[in-house]
């Protein structure tokens, strides 16, 4: 069984940060990439950032310069180190795995429950 579980959501001002955590269960075998995505109120659910097995990054444009993706392998943690929030960044944020867990033969989409990151002042 194959659990994502984010935290580290909030309310923060203008120009703060959060660091958003994504902790992941299950036994790995092999990691395609894992992302961060967002959904805000009205629209569709965005790609915000990945990474992949080998530490590859890839940032959506409207982030760059100002989040960061990073996992802990030790840890099975995945983070996203949120600076210069804007309130356009106010959605509910997701984390999601995409590789080979546990007795699959396969890489499947495994998806946590959402945080809330709201930017206001």
């Known amino acids: 069984q194959v659990q994502l579980v984010e935290s580290g959501g909030g309310l923060v001002q203008p120009g703060g940060s959060l660091r958003l955590s994504c902790a992941t269960s299950?036994?790995?075998?092999?990691?395609?990439?894992m992302g961060w995505h967002r959904q805000a109120p009205g629209k569709q659910r965005e790609l915000v950032a990945t990474?992949?097995?080998?530490?590859?990054?890839n940032y959506a444009d409207s982030v760059k310069g100002r989040f960061t993706i990073s996992r802990d392998n030790v840890k099975n943690t995945m983070y996203l180190e949120m600076n210069s929030l804007k309130p356009e960044d106010t959605a509910v944020y997701y984390c999601?795995?995409?590789?080979?867990?546990?007795?699959?033969?396969?890489?499947?989409?495994?998806w946590g429950q959402g945080t809330q990151v709201t930017v206001s002042s």
């Open positions: 999601n795995t995409v590789g080979i867990y546990g007795n699959s033969r396969y890489a499947n989409d495994y």
């Open positions: 299950g036994r790995l075998f092999k990691l395609n990439y």
């Open positions: 990474i992949t097995e080998d530490g590859t990054t």
